[in-house]
């Protein structure tokens, strides 16, 4: 397999991509006159690195696998160096002290990739939220409506579950997918779809005899979870190609964890809002492969393999809108490539923002040409709820199968993370890449010079800008030392 490194030029006012075998890491490009200025923002081999536009490092942190800045400059990550799974949390502070840590005691909770530091409204203090694949027993499959002939798959199944925990390490809240399942097999299950209905009808709901994928072991892989402070909601991805909205607010009773987690194992725990396959609710065409072999289609399946689902926060352009990176995995397209999507879950089909949640599928669709010569893709069927969207001209210069993260800054540009080849860019709302840098922390090494590798040699699992006002840097001293590598920036700029 070929390394992909994204060089870039300026022909007649475009930007464009090139491939490579080898090149130079750390800063490659940056139009000074275009980019959201401040500090980059991202943990590689247990270690956590702040640098400015150049590349020069003006801090480090001693833990880095998924690092989660807060505003007081502390750093809460997963308690070892492995996303897929931890037993977990360490909050450290901006010296590297310790202020907080967080072990899962129960066996049957396996933490695994995500959390978020939240301020519970309920609560009147700070709480974390984070993803836990929760053991489901063959009797509990059974007893949910699963198809007993898929019954080698449920020894070791798991769903997964969001839990909350207090800054004194209780348990205050959880939600788990095995309560919000529905399906159409047995009738004598109390989740049955009923008489005269379908699976479509619970669109709030998830169908536990999903077509070819029967309940098993890290069954949703869910990766990323976010949370809404003015609606009290969360957001929860799953890397098959679904997010899911649910309300925290309504299924929180403050001083009483044991209600709290009755309700939101019911009907007020259902989804909000959910968006990538309608398909798994039987509202859509699935992803498939036509008659005669050489042609696919995406089917109604808007996004695959996706990571960093997350709002637009208050403050910056598209608020309140959801941000994501497709990998774009497992969607039967010619040449497959990654985007960033930018979703208004509020769209209906004549694009007015009615306030309120509306069930994509009723959105409708628009036919997306193919993008350009060339490249092999074929039109396709996406939402109209997508208000915006971003992907390389070269179908591989931004490309990721695995991890990845997307930032909407201030400036209306978004800072995208690669975490595959470890390549982080600044695109403006016209796509356009203002700033490029390549991670020069490698399995093997610091490297000023990057050779043709395997992919996540140099991955980063994601990447964030803050600027220097933000809250976390504010009145903090930012001196550049020296660049990770020790080398003189050297890159292009217009």
Known sequence: MKRLLVFVILIAGSVLAYEAFQ??????????????DGYTFFGVGGKTFLIDMQGYVVHTWPIGTNPHLLDDGSILDASTDDPSGFGGFKQISWDGSSLWSYTEARTNYVPHHDFVRIYNPKLGTNTTLYIANKTVTSNQCIAAGCNPASASFYTNAQMDAIVEVDMSGNIVWEWWFYDHLIQDFDATKSNYVGSGMSISNYPGRLNCNLPGRPVQRDWLHCNSIDYNQTLDQIVINSVGGEFYVIDHSSTFIAGNPTGSVALAAGSAGDFLYRFGDPARYSQGSPPSILTNWTESTTGNKQIGGTHDVSWIP??????????????????????????????????????????????????????????GPNTDRAPKQMSRQIVWSYFSKASHGM???????????????????????????EVTPSGEAVWEYINPVTSGGILKFKRDNWPMYNSIFRAYRYLATDPPLLGRILTPTNTITGRTPSYYSP
């Open 314 to 371: 208050t403050g910056k352009p598209g608020a309140g809108h959801l941000l994501m990176f497709s990998n774009s995995q497992n969607l039967f397209e010619h040449t497959q490539g990654s985007y960033v999507f930018e979703v208004d879950p509020y769209l209906n089909a004549s694009t007015n923002n009615t306030g309120a949640y509306v069930n994509s599928p009723a959105a409708g669709y628009d036919t997306w040409p193919t993008p």
């Open 23 to 36: 090149g130079p890491t750390e800063l490659l490009y940056w139009d000074k006159a275009k980019t959201a």
């Open 399 to 425: 490309f990721s199968h695995i991890g990845s993260s997307a930032q909407r800054l201030a400036n209306s540009n978004t800072l995208v993370c690669a975490d595959t080849e470890g390549h982080i860019i």
